[in-house]
């Protein structure tokens, strides 16, 4: 039986590896973390991608290829096909999404085109590992990288946003924007709580309370009690006055500003003002505008929230995730640091996905580029008529 090459073996950690015969977990060298030892000797010959090969042993790509085997009809061996050989089908819908996308003039506003840096990033072996927990605390072993990575991106958000890291602290685990606002109000919240949101039908967004008089449409309306402030529609800003005549009613214990269809800054230090009256917190759902607020060129909630949270796909120009960032001080006695990552693990969330923290490195990393700035100031509007 051929063996694998250490390069091979390096590569295909990440991969399932087949063996045929007897296990002979008495004689040679064995290669332990499978339910049984096995010799090396044994293993059949494997395959790892150009890149991943090239990664692992630092040489080119080139240097760690490996022959692959014919795919046995008794399972004795496998191989690992490109999409278009293992699922055409997939792949064809896959080509034809992406002729679409490159043919369309897209005017969704929670859409965006990510890089080919960060979808390699989300396309690699760290979608393979597990690693409940944050950095250094983790329940799994073999997660020192996943520990480096996730630190790094953590390091980054911070200084996409300006922050300083003795204040300010942030989770890079949330799956979306959503799972990032409920979890959240998960931490600070008890259930029925109260909470105020901007209205869904005057740009408000679904997870910050909607509901109609015969139905409680979001989980976040199904679990606390929410009250949602409007716009005056005669000048088509946040009615500021009416928020704070309400809030002193509903006496709120979180008011979230943050919309998905409100093209205007929010008034944070008068919403800070209203929250501090009645004993609220102030949250901030930057998921569509945070790329114009990494290039300054929208005003900065940062400046007088408590907690603000983000997708990361949107203007960010990342892949599809979630971040909270949290002041550190305690906040109307809550601690929010401790609140917050237990509500995100253990309390809604397994295991983090890898994949997507690295690629929402790579993106915050852009985030603070010369260029990125200039491309958030770019502007297509022009006069109609």
């Known amino acids: 039986m051929q063996a694998c090459s250490g390069a091979a073996v390096m590569g295909s950690l990440q991969q399932p590896i087949w063996v045929k015969g007897p296990r002979l977990p008495s004689e040679g060298s064995v290669m332990v973390g499978f339910p049984n030892q096995i010799r090396l000797n044994m293993v059949k010959p494997c395959r790892c991608s150009s890149i991943e090969g090239s990664l692992v042993t630092g040489r080119p790509p080139s240097s760690v290829s490996v022959p692959i085997p014919e795919i046995g009809g008794d399972g004795s061996s496998f191989v690992d096909y490109s999409l278009g050989e293992a699922d055409p089908e997939v792949c064809e819908i896959i080509t034809k999404e ?8 897209e005017l969704i506003a929670s859409e965006n085109f990510t890089s080919r840096a960060v979808m390699e990033a989300v396309g690699s072996c760290l979608t393979n590992k597990y690693s409940e927990g944050l950095p250094g605390k983790r329940y799994y072993g073999g997660n020192e990288y996943i520990d480096e990575l996730e630190t790094l991106c953590q390091k980054r958000a911070l200084a ?4 300083d890291e003795n204040k300010w602290g942030v989770n890079v685990q949330p799956l979306s924007g959503s799972p990032a606002n409920f979890e959240v109000y998960t931490a600070i919240l008890k259930p029925h709580d109260r909470i105020m949101g901007l209205d869904l039908p005057h740009g408000g967004h679904l997870s910050h309370g909607f509901m109609t008089p015969k139905r ?8 606390f ?6 716009l005056d529609e005669s000048t088509g800003l946040v009615d500021y006055d009416m928020l704070e005549k309400t809030a002193i009613l509903f006496r709120p214990k979180l008011i979230i500003a943050g919309a998905s269809a409100y093209p205007r800054d929010f008034d944070y230090p008068r919403m800070r003002q209203i929250a501090d009256a009645v004993g609220a917190l102030l949250m901030m759902d930057m998921a569509h505008i945070s790329g114009l607020v990494a290039a300054s060129v929208v005003a900065d909630p940062f400046k007088y929230c408590d907690v603000v949270t983000t997708t990361t796909h949107k203007s960010l120009r990342g892949p599809r995730g979630g971040m909270i960032f949290f002041k550190k001080d305690p906040v109307l006695g809550v601690e929010l640091e401790s609140a917050i990552n237990n509500a995100v693990f253990p309390g809604l969330q397994g295991g983090p996905h890898n994949h997507t ?13 010369p260029e990125f700035k200039v491309y958030q100031n770019k502007s297509a509007c022009k006069p109609i008529g």
Do not use: D
């Not at 992406?98 to 003039?105: A, G, M, P």
């Not at 996409?160 to 922050?163: G, Y």
């Not at 409680?216 to 679990?223: D, H, P």
């Open 98 to 105: 992406k002729e679409r996308q490159f043919k369309s003039l």
């Open 160 to 163: 996409a946003f300006n922050l």
């Open 216 to 223: 409680r449409v979001s989980g976040t309306s199904i679990y």
């Open 225 to 230: 009690e929410s009250m949602p402030y409007r």
């Open 357 to 369: 923290i690295g690629g929402l490195a790579v993106c915050l990393k852009h985030a603070q580029s």
